[in-house]
């Protein structure tokens, strides 16, 4: 309870939940609000410019930009939440084992997770996408298999410091199983830097998400995607800039939200770096 | 010191070698076949051709001697011929590297030089309203994708909304030797795209570590001994701030190299971003391996050289 | 002392990269006139060198094989063969100055010019052209017409320096077509012995054209050879072939002056450019799309069901979206004007219309619909929009169609193998003779250019009937019935004409794009090419 009035003092988190929740809710119930089908093709009407009938206007290929926008959050939001739970628990598993276990088998593991880090994130998901197939599936793998050795490495290290000190070695000399002590005691402690990797985690993987659909390795057509309609857009900047704006907007806001959120969480958790507003 | 150094370089090779393992397996499980593609697309192959054109270029060889004649030809410099350009991977990869150097690197001197001082106002300011605007404007400067930001410049300066009466080239490539100036025209707004993105995270960091800096107790303990404020800036909080600001900066190599593939798509840059995402469509497996592992090899140089000098200046970490 | 040292070293840093981020502003003004192209102090009245924009990057110079379009274009200025497409679309002579058929049809004689040379300087003989179409079967030469040249070619003879005789299996009436082929060059027996046989790494013709460097993904420079066969020509001393593959980046350029012509310009920038006095925009209606379809199983064996598709899909629709309104209809079969003595009987064969769409569908038990797949790529766009409003169109009478969209090496080897339900594909058949359709909608092995698992008898009696009769009017006769079989069968469903289109600089004369599917030989008329300093 204490923690949850902490946050709601917090100025960032108050404004960074204004924008999620409404985004939240448009992921949820956007297809009761949107006016047309986003697939449904006006193509007699194409690039058409604002207007009653379509409050955003229309794509190329006639269909509702204010609707394909509704639907559009779905993707970038599946991927990034899914993909940052399973990177979550599997590479905060490794790291708990690696830390645990110590030695020259603990560091073998993280040396293998660590390989991944070897490569930028996006020339990692192009090749995969050019292995597997784009689709939302293989991105949320892809963002799994990015993400592991973040976890991983807290997990590890936390888990490493925790195991020194003096009341785990306490709980050895009660007589504890292990499972109990590793899942109970250390986890309780890695939590707070935890909770911020993951809010940098989706803020990540939702730019990875648009910047792959961007490129066309992404959500594939007709399903629409944030940041695939940006890349549709850009052919016709001249013609209709709206097209572009609009999609660009609601991506950068609900980024934003998700980064002021975990900054928001570190001013909560981690008070070193607490900040006067 | 140097035991340090070493043991720093002897794990980038590893991860070097690391890499190129996975690059070679992950290229070769991709679908497509690079014979088929060289044959020329707008006809139905001779299978004749097709065997005599597999077997020149050694594909039909066992996976494991393709594995170890690549490993020993890298190592040389020689990583063999692109299918589709027809000239060694060296030389193309050569042509292009350059270009993306060059963008990453005034990207990252442009990052620093806005970056750094900001961080370091907003932390003198901290609480003032300033300091409000330069960290709002960090957040968003994080929050926008490469590409949606590169748009926004090509609209702003390209398209010339609001008739400045000039527009900016908002793509192409002049070569530096036929004409400077379109050259550096032609690199300001893809450097300051990239550039934005990284400035406001380092100014997050620098602000963040000069603050604590400026409330830690060896500080606090100058101060109380009545050292004047400036030399306690200059000497001690800088100096400290400084270093998980360097760390900062090797871990945004990442988003440096990853910026570009997005950035040269935006303003069509001809670097090495690009000639990677052709050769993964034309399927040319020695191009996709020879530009992969010269990003990585980069990436992993500069992590390296980022944590050597992470360990010169704090010897604790060594 | 130290931390003055930063700050010095920081803004020596900072002025710096000032200096070199900011050192173009001053000269933007005369930035617009990089290229050499519009150098006025030396030309009199012609310009010594063109820069194009090109639309791809050629993968290989070797003129047999069809590697692109846009290839295509540096290939006619560096190559030739015995005859080509002129910019009226008749056919003219290039290295060779006469032909005879004998009677029997089969034997046709070629006399060579008398000052017909190569690059290097030597003669044209009948010995390099007897060598270069048997380089054309040559296996490891990988020509793209290979098998054509196979199936027509019996013999060829040596008569003397400047005669040649070629020797036909049987009478093949679209045979002087075949040799009109930007593929079909003449290339010199002697230079190919001495440099390994390899065109691409040492390229040598007898084109106006001679390739001064290769600049690999940059640009191609070609330079004006004096020997050339017509007399003044070319009129360009240099041209600069400057690889832009991104349409918008391209488009700029001939906005900033620094290309004088470009290719395959989109539709909504040419209808931006026909706007504008400064450009000339030359429009060409010749290739079209169509829908390939896997003919070997499932509901798409019966041509009910595709011709239910030919009713259903909306075709307007795919010219607004994927062509921004350009471009027209095809509810019959694609044909040139004239082309063969056609006379448009079946230009109204299909028209768009859902309801009988799905009553075929009933008619043939599927009144429920069905699921397929469409394989498209994301590479180009057209192709990909093209897709989707298909997939819209199917979608309305009940069928569920899922799009592919891999990049255009992947669709293109799972074309090459068949391997799809539904193909969106965007081609132009090679020839200008209906011949064409012989590659097309034989049965046989599965190619790129056919409908897998498409095997009708009176189709492959009327095609082979058509190459083998020499009587024009016959042949109309036969084409139409082809015509109206493959319509019923449908083992295409034809979408609509696409342009290609061209734009150059108002001051750019000489360039003309050829009519219909000729579009992609001209490359011809660059030796026409000069700009007007």
């Known amino acids: ?277 | 010191m140097k035991n340090f150094i070493l043991r720093r370089i002897g794990t980038a090779i590893v991860m070097l070698f690391a890499v190129m393992t996975i690059v070679f397996i992950l290229v070769h499980m991709m679908p497509g076949d690079p014979v088929l593609q060289m044959l020329g697309t707008d006809t139905n192959p001779d299978p004749v051709a097709v065997e005599s054109l597999r077997s020149q270029l050694g594909l039909d060889k066992p996976i494991l001697q393709q594995y170890g004649s690549w490993i020993f030809g890298a190592l040389q410099g020689n990583m063999g011929q692109s299918y589709s350009e027809k000239i060694s991977v060296m030389a193309s990869i050569g042509t292009r590297l350059p270009r993306t150097l060059e963008l990453a690197f005034v990207a990252m001197i442009l990052a620093c030089i806005i970056g750094l001082p900001l961080g370091v106002l907003s932390a003198q300011k901290r609480g003032k309203i300033s300091d409000l605007i330069m960290t709002t404007g960090a957040s968003l400067g994080t929050s926008i994708p490469v590409y949606v930001l590169g748009y926004l410049f090509i609209i702003v300066f390209s398209l010339d909304i609001f008739h400045f009466g000039f527009a900016m080239p908002s793509s192409g490539y002049t070569d530096i030797s036929k004409n400077a100036g379109a050259h550096f025209l032609r690199l300001i707004l893809p450097a300051l795209t990239l550039a934005l993105g990284i400035a406001a995270s380092i100014m997050r960091m620098t602000r963040s570590s000069v603050l604590e800096a400026l409330s830690s107790e060896s500080v606090r303990a100058l101060r109380a001994k009545g050292l004047k404020e400036h030399i306690v800036i200059s000497r001690h909080v800088v100096r400290n701030a400084f270093i998980p600001v360097i760390t900062e900066i090797g871990l945004q190599m990442g988003n440096l190299i990853g910026g570009t593939v997005l950035c040269e798509n935006v303003f069509n840059w001809p670097g090495l971003s690009t000639l990677l995402v052709k050769s993964i469509n034309a399927r040319d497996y020695p191009l996709i391996e020879g530009c992969v592992l010269v990003m990585s090899a980069i990436f992993i140089l500069t992590n390296a050289l980022v944590d050597i000098l992470y360990g010169l200046l704090d010897p604790r970490v060594r | 002392m130290k931390s003055k040292l930063w700050v010095k070293l920081a803004a020596g840093v900072l002025s710096a990269a000032m200096v070199i981020s900011m050192g173009g502003c001053g000269s933007s003004t005369s930035s617009g006139t990089a290229s050499g192209a519009g150098s006025s102090a030396a030309a009199a009245n012609k310009a010594d060198s063109l820069t194009i924009g090109l639309s791809a990057d050629p993968s290989t110079l070797e003129p047999m094989v069809q590697s692109g379009q846009a290839v295509r274009l540096i290939k006619m200025c560096m190559y030739r063969g015995l005859l080509a497409y002129e910019s009226d679309g008749s056919i003219g002579n290039e290295i060779a100055e006469s032909y005879e058929v004998a009677d029997d049809n089969v034997t046709y004689t070629f006399h060579i010019r008398p000052n017909a040379k190569f690059q290097d300087g030597s003669d044209i003989t009948a010995e390099d052209v007897k060598f270069s179409f048997e380089r054309q079967l040559d296996a490891s030469v990988s020509a793209t017409f290979r098998s054509d040249f196979a199936n027509m070619l019996d013999h060829i003879d040596v008569v003397d320096t400047k005669t040649v005789k070629f020797v036909l299996k049987q009478p093949c009436a679209p045979f002087i077509d075949y040799l009109t082929l930007p593929e079909a060059v003449i290339v010199s027996k002697a230079w190919c012995n001495s440099h390994n046989n390899d065109l691409n790494a040492n390229p040598m013709g007898s084109g106006p054209y001679t390739l001064g460097s290769w600049d690999k993904g940059r640009q191609i420079t070609l330079k004006a050879f004096d020997g050339f066969y017509k007399a003044g020509k070319p009129e360009t001393k240099e041209l600069d072939f400057v690889v832009t593959t991104d349409n918008t980046t391209r488009v700029n350029s001939l906005k900033s002056g620094e290309a004088d012509l470009i290719d395959y310009v989109g539709a909504n920038d040419a209808t931006a450019l026909e706007k504008d006095s400064n450009y000339t925009v030359d429009v060409s209606e010749g290739p079209f799309m169509c829908l390939q379809i896997n003919c070997t199983k499932g509901p798409l064996a019966d041509p009910k069901v595709r011709q239910a598709i030919a009713y259903a899909v909306n075709r307007q629709g795919v010219i607004d979206t994927a062509f921004m309104g350009r471009g027209t209809a095809m509810y019959g079969f694609p044909t040139i004007d004239g082309q063969n003595g056609y006379d448009g009987k079946y230009d109204n064969y299909f028209q768009y219309n859902p309801d009988k769409a799905k009553e075929l569908l009933k008619e043939a038990g599927y009144a429920n619909g069905f699921d397929v797949k469409i394989l498209s790529t994301s590479t180009y766009d057209f192709h990909k929009q093209t897709a989707l409003v298909v997939q819209d169109s199917l979608k309305a009478i009940g069928i569920n169609a899922e799009v592919e969209l891999p990049d255009w090496s992947t669709r293109i080897q799972r074309s090459n193998t068949g391997d799809y339900d539904i193909l969106v594909s965007g081609t132009a058949g090679n020839i200008v003779d209906m011949d064409w359709c012989t590659n097309y909608f034989q049965s046989g092995d599965t190619r790129m250019n056919s409908a897998p698992g498409f095997s009708d008898a009176t189709v492959d009696s009327l095609l082979k009937q058509g190459r083998e009769t020499l009587d024009s009017t016959k042949r109309a006769a036969i084409y139409d019935q082809f015509r109206e079989k493959i319509l019923e069968l449908s083992p295409f469903v034809f979408i609509n004409y696409r342009e290609q289109i061209f734009a150059t600089s108002a001051d750019v004369k000489g360039f003309v794009n050829l009519p219909g599917i000729l579009t992609y030989n001209s490359g011809i008329t660059l030796e026409d090419t000069y700009k007007a300093a």
């Open chain 1, 1 to 277: 309870m204490n923690t949850i009035k902490r946050c709601l003092q917090n100025k960032k988190f108050v404004f960074s939940l204004i924008i999620l929740l409404p985004m939240i809710f448009i992921a949820l119930f956007g297809s009761s609000i949107a006016p047309h089908d986003p697939l449904e093709m006006h193509t007699t009407n194409t690039l058409a410019a604002a207007s009653v009938q379509f409050p955003m206007g229309t794509d190329e290929y006639g269909r509702c930009i204010f609707s394909r926008l509704l639907y559009g959050i779905r993707p970038s939001l599946t991927v990034s939440l899914v993909g940052t739970l399973g990177a979550f628990l599997i590479g905060s598993f490794c790291g708990l084992v690696a830390g645990y276990i110590g030695g020259k088998a603990g560091n073998a593991i993280m040396r293998t997770v660590e390989t991944i880090l070897c490569f930028p994130a996006i020339l990692l998901a192009m090749m995969v996408v050019c292995l597997f197939g784009a689709g939302v599936r293989n991105l949320t793998i892809v963002v799994v298999i990015l993400y592991i050795p973040h976890f991983a490495r807290i997990a590890n290290s936390s888990t490493i410091k925790v195991k020194k000190m003096e009341y785990v070695e306490n709980d050895i000399s009660v007589g504890q199983t292990t499972p109990k002590i590793l899942i109970g005691t250390i986890f309780r402690n890695i939590f707070s830097p935890l909770i911020i990797q993951i809010s940098l985690t989706i803020s990540s993987a939702i730019l990875l998400e648009s910047g792959l659909s961007f490129l066309g390795l992404g959500v594939q057509p007709p399903e629409p995607s944030w940041g695939q309609m940006i890349g549709d857009a850009k052919a016709y900047l001249s013609v209709n800039m709206m097209y572009m704006l609009w999609p660009a907007l609601f991506l950068c806001l609900t980024i934003l939200a998700v980064n002021l959120m975990g900054d928001a969480l570190r001013d909560i958790f981690d008070p070193k770096l607490q900040d006067s507003f």
